[in-house]
C-alpha cells in the first residue's frame, strides 16, 4: 500500500503535538489531507478510517481537541509500524561516554530549530539570531553540540569566535576528546579557533599541545598557541617571537609579554616602548599592566605629545613618525583607570587645541579624540571635565562627552545637557549641516544606549537583551520621546517608544504607512513594526497583519522570520484575525507565524 500520505499525516500529527493540541482544531493543513485519504480509502479501508479520524481532530475543539489528536496518532503510529522494520543485524557493542554526560533541556522546537539551522548553513542574519539565542539558555544541549563543532570551522569568523568563546566553553570539559577529534595542529582557522576553546575549558591538559604546535604547528594554529604561554620561563622564547617578520605572530608574542607578571618581561617591554620611531610592532604589549612598564608607558606619552608639537608639518616624514607613535600611545591607554593615567589626561586636555594644530592635515582631531575617549572610562574626575566642555565639541567629540554623562550622571541632567543638540538642528537658521551633525550623534548615542541595532530579532515575551533594553529605557528622561516625537526624530522614537503615548502611536503609524507605499520596503519597516508592539499599539494586530500582507505580495517573505517574533506578545483577542490570515497566505508563507499563533494562544 502506498503510505506517502499517512507519512504526512504522521508529520502533521508531530507537528501539533509539539505545538500543543489546543492550535489543532480547525488546522488547515491536516484539513487538506482528508480529500485524499478519502479517496485512498475506496481501495483501502484504513485509510478511510485515518480520514474519519483526522476529520474528528480538524471538528474538534479546545475541550475533545487532546483526546482526538491522541487518537489520531497512536492510529498512525500504528499503520506505519506495521509497514516498517526495526532493529539491525550484527553484534552490539557499548558506547563510550565522554565527561559526566549531558541531558537534553527544555528547549523550544522552534528555538532548536532556528540555532541549528544558523550553525550549519550561511547567510546574513546568522549572529544575531546566535547572539540572541543566548538569553533563552539552549545551551549546553547534546543535540546542538556536533553543529556547534562544525560551525568553528565556518566561513564566517565571527559566528566562529562566537561558537569558540561563548557557545561551546559551556559544555565544559567534557568535549574535549570530542573537539581532538578533528583538531589539526598543521589545519587553518577553524583548528586555530578549536586550540583556542581547548585552552579555555582545559588549560592544564592542552599544555603539552601547545608545545606540539610551536614545534610543526601551522601559522594560524601557532599564532594561537604563542598567544596562550603565561609561564614566566616562556619569556626567552616569546622575545625571540616578538622580533617575527609575520605582524601576527609579533601580536601573539607581545600578548603574551603584556599578561606575564615578569620583571624580564617588564624590562624587554620597557626596552622597546623606548624605541625610536613608531611603536605598531609593539601594540599589543603596550597593554601591559606591569607598574614599571605602565610608568614607563605614560612618561613616553608626555614626551611624544611635547614631540609632535615641536615636529614641523614641512618635514613629513618625521612628523609621520611623530604623529603614529603619539596615536599609538594614546590608544594603550584605553580602560587604564588608574591615578597615574588620571593625572597625564588631566594634563593633556587643556592642550587638545594646540596638538590638533600641530597635528595638521595628517591627524584630523585624531589625538584630541583619543584623549577625551580615554577621559570617559578613566574616573569621576575627567569624565565630569569632559562634561563641562561639551559646548566645545564637534560631533564625533559632542558623542563621547554624551556617553560620560550616561555613565556619570542622572536621566535629567543627560537631557537637560544634551536636548538642546535635537531643538538647534530643526531650528537653526545658520551652520545648519553641523547642528544636524551634532544631533545626529546624540541621537545615535541614545539608540546604542538602549538596544542593538538587531533588536527585531528579539523574542518580545523571553528574551533577556529585551529586558535590558525596557530597563536601559527607563533610564532615560520620559522628556526624550516628548521631543523625538513632535520634531520627527523616528530613530529615538523606536527604541523609546512605551505604552499609553498617544503622539508615539501617532508618529508610528503614519511611519508604518509611508513605508509600505514605497516601492521598495527596507529591512527598518521591522523597527517601526518592534516599535508599534512593543508600545502597544491599539491597532497593533491590525497594522501586523497588513504588514504580512503587503510583504507577502512583494515577495518579500524573508521579513516573516521577523515579523513571527512579534505575534506572541500580541492581545490573544488578534487570535480569530491571526488564524484566517494564515489560510489566506501561501503555505510556504504561513510556515512562518504558524507556531508563533501557536504560542500566541497557548500563552497563560
Given amino acids: ?38 479517496k485512498s480509502g ?41 509497514q516498517g522494520e526495526v532493529g539491525t543485524e550484527g553484534e552490539l557493542e557499548p558506547v563510550e561516554q565522554i565527561g559526566a554526560g549531558l541531558l ?39 543535540r546542538l553540540l556536533g553543529p556547534a563543532i562544525d560551525a568553528l570551522d565556518g566561513s564566517y569568523h565571527e559566528v566562529g569566535d562566537l561558537v569558540e568563546r561563548t557557545i561551546l566553553p559551556q559544555y565544559g570539559k567534557a568535549i574535549v576528546p570530542i573537539v581532538l577529534e578533528k583538531f589539526d595542529r598543521k589545519g587553518g582557522a577553524g583548528d586555530a579557533r578549536r586550540l583556542s576553546l581547548l585552552h579555555q575549558v582545559d588549560p592544564d591538559g592542552t599544555e603539552s599541545i601547545i608545545h606540539e604546535v610551536l614545534e610543526d604547528g601551522s601559522s594560524e594554529v601557532k599564532i594561537v598557541a604563542i598567544s596562550k604561554l603565561r609561564d614566566p620561563k616562556n619569556v626567552p622564547f616569546l622575545i625571540e617571537q616578538s622580533k617575527a617578520k609575520a605582524a601576527k605572530v609579533r601580536d601573539a608574542a607581545f600578548s603574551a609579554l603584556a599578561g606575564i607578571e615578569s620583571s624580564d618581561a617588564a624590562k624587554y617591554l620597557i626596552e622597546r616602548i623606548r624605541e625610536k620611531g613608531h611603536l605598531r610592532a609593539v601594540r599589543e604589549g603596550l597593554k601591559s599592566r606591569h607598574p614599571d612598564a605602565v610608568t614607563v608607558l605614560l612618561d613616553e606619552t608626555r614626551k611624544a605629545w611635547q614631540t609632535l608639537l615641536d615636529t614641523k608639518e614641512a618635514d613629513k616624514k618625521a612628523h609621520e613618525a611623530a604623529h603614529t607613535r603619539l596615536v599609538t600611545l594614546l590608544e594603550a591607554l584605553e580602560k587604564r583607570t588608574d591615578k597615574e ?34 577621559m570617559s572610562e578613566c574616573s569621576n574626575k575627567t569624565r565630569e571635565l569632559l562634561i563641562a ?19 556619570q550622571g542622572t536621566p535629567a541632567q543627560f537631557y537637560e545637557v544634551f536636548h538642546i543638540y535635537l531643538v538647534n538642528a530643526k531650528t537653526a537658521k545658520s551652520k545648519k549641516r553641523e547642528a544636524q551633525s551634532k544631533a545626529e550623534a546624540i541621537s545615535q548615542v541614545i539608540c546604542n544606549q538602549v538596544q542593538s541595532i538587531y533588536h527585531y530579532w528579539y523574542n518580545l515575551n523571553n528574551s533577556e537583551r529585551e529586558q535590558e533594553a525596557i530597563r536601559n529605557r527607563e533610564k532615560m528622561d520620559p522628556r526624550w520621546l516628548d521631543l523625538a516625537t513632535k520634531h520627527g526624530y523616528m530613530e529615538i522614537v523606536y527604541v523609546l517608544a512605551r505604552p499609553g503615548h498617544k503622539e508615539c502611536h501617532k508618529a508610528l503609524e503614519s511611519e508604518l504607512k509611508s513605508r509600505l507605499k514605497k516601492k521598495t520596503v527596507a529591512y527598518h519597516l521591522m523597527d517601526v513594526m518592534l516599535a508599534i508592539v512593543r508600545s502597544e499599539h491599539p ?26 517574533r512579534f505575534i506572541p506578545a500580541l492581545d490573544k483577542s488578534a487570535l480569530p484575525k491571526l488564524e484566517a490570515l494564515l489560510g489566506e497566505l501561501p503555505e510556504n508563507e504561513a510556515d512562518h507565524y504558524v507556531e508563533a499563533v501557536a504560542e500566541l494562544k497557548n500563552r497563560r
Fill in 1 to 38: 500500500m502506498s503510505i506517502a500520505v499517512l507519512a504526512q499525516v504522521y508529520d502533521e500529527v508531530r507537528r501539533l503535538s509539539i505545538a500543543g493540541s489546543s492550535v489543532a482544531p480547525g488546522d488547515f493543513r491536516l484539513k487538506k489531507l482528508i480529500t485524499p485519504l478519502e
Fill in 42 to 82: 475506496e481501495k483501502a479501508p484504513v485509510f478511510k478510517k485515518v480520514a474519519e479520524s483526522v476529520s474528528k481532530v480538524v471538528e474538534s475543539n479546545e475541550a475533545t481537541s487532546a483526546e482526538a489528536l491522541l487518537d489520531l496518532s497512536t492510529l498512525v503510529n500504528a499503520i506505519l509500524y506495521t
Fill in 104 to 142: 537534553p533541556k527544555r528547549t523550544p522546537a522552534s528555538l532548536m530549530k532556528s540555532v541549528a539551522t544558523a550553525l550549519t548553513t550561511s547567510g546574513s542574519g546568522r549572529l544575531e539570531l546566535l547572539q540572541e539565542s543566548l538569553s533563552q539558555d539552549p545551551f549546553p544541549d547534546p
Fill in 341 to 374: 593615567t588620571e593625572k597625564l589626561l588631566l594634563e593633556l586636555f587643556p592642550q587638545r587645541a594646540a596638538i590638533t594644530k600641530a597635528e595638521g592635515k595628517n591627524g584630523t582631531k585624531t589625538c584630541s579624540d583619543h584623549v577625551l575617549a580615554r
Fill in 389 to 407: 566642555e561639551h559646548a566645545t565639541y564637534e560631533d564625533y567629540e559632542l558623542a563621547i562627552a554624551a556617553e560620560a554623562t550616561l555613565k
Fill in 539 to 564: 491597532d497593533s494586530a491590525d497594522l501586523i497583519i497588513e504588514t504580512i500582507r503587503d510583504t507577502s505580495k512583494r515577495g518579500t517573505a524573508y521579513f516573516g522570520y521577523a515579523l513571527a
